[in-house]
């Protein structure tokens, strides 16, 4: 019985623990949210190295981000030989669109986390009324909440450095990104990383 109570207990606490957010101590903070759209990744067409970890897959090549003359903004990522792995866009709608891509991608939840990792390091979202800013001793978090959980951007307490990009459950994040390098608006390097599998996407800007 004892044994049994022991158990329980330390059952009881495990779930208790595994419910704590890791965001429960941020303070709520005052400030002009659309300062953060100034991260926003300024380009008319820009061209990086790119890795891609999927799982068991590892693909490299070169990967292009284009703003259409629809206002859409095209993502295709093609080995140096010219193999196309995926060709995405995001509508001026707001809508997101597969043109094409690999079989051993072609799978929904990895279409869907491509979509979110991408228009998370996008700020494509505008602010809304349900948008809002915390703070802790040393960053500013603007919070922009998504049907399950949020996207963070976090910066320093002046708001004028990035420090990282995170895409949470109600809980804990589930994927963090960075953004460094910025020159005109644009930044050399894009790096994401997955906290629940093995799912990585890294950029670096090639210049011309």
């Known amino acids: 019985?004892?044994?049994?109570?022991?158990?329980?207990?330390?059952?009881?606490?495990?779930?208790?623990?595994?419910?704590?957010?890791?965001?429960?101590?941020l303070k709520p903070a005052a400030g002009n949210f659309d300062h953060i759209y100034k991260f926003r990744p300024k380009f008319s067409v820009v061209l990086y190295n790119a890795e891609i970890?999927?799982?068991?897959?590892?693909?490299?090549?070169?990967?292009?981000?284009?703003?259409?003359?629809?206002?859409?903004?095209?993502?295709?990522?093609?080995?140096e030989m010219g193999v196309k792995f995926f060709d995405f866009a995001f509508l001026k709608d707001g809508s997101?669109?597969?043109?094409?891509?690999?079989?051993?991608?072609?799978?929904?939840?990895?279409?869907?986390?491509?979509?979110?990792?991408f228009d998370l390091?996008?700020?494509?979202?505008?602010?809304?009324?349900?948008h809002y800013m915390l703070k802790d001793s040393s960053h500013l978090y603007y919070v922009l909440p998504q049907q399950k959980g949020a996207n963070y951007y976090i910066t320093n307490l002046a708001g004028d450095t990035l420090i990282r990009m995170e895409k949470s459950s109600k809980r804990k994040p589930v994927a963090v990104a960075t953004m460094t390098g910025y020159k005109n608006g644009v930044p050399d390097?894009?790096?994401?990383?997955?906290?629940?599998?093995?799912?990585?996407?890294?950029?670096?800007?090639?210049?011309?």
């Open 96 to 117: 997101f669109k597969v043109y094409s891509i690999i079989p051993q991608m072609d799978k929904g939840p990895v279409i869907k986390t491509l979509m979110k990792d």
């Open 121 to 130: 390091i996008l700020l494509r979202q505008q602010g809304s009324r349900e």
């Open 53 to 79: 970890n999927v799982t068991s897959h590892h693909l490299s090549g070169l990967l292009l981000m284009k703003i259409m003359p629809d206002s859409s903004t095209r993502i295709v990522f093609s080995s």
């Open 1 to 25: 019985m004892r044994y049994c109570q022991t158990r329980f207990l330390l059952l009881s606490s495990c779930l208790l623990f595994s419910c704590t957010s890791v965001y429960k101590n």
């Open 189 to 208: 390097s894009i790096g994401i990383d997955h906290k629940n599998f093995k799912f990585t996407i890294g950029l670096k800007k090639i210049e011309r």
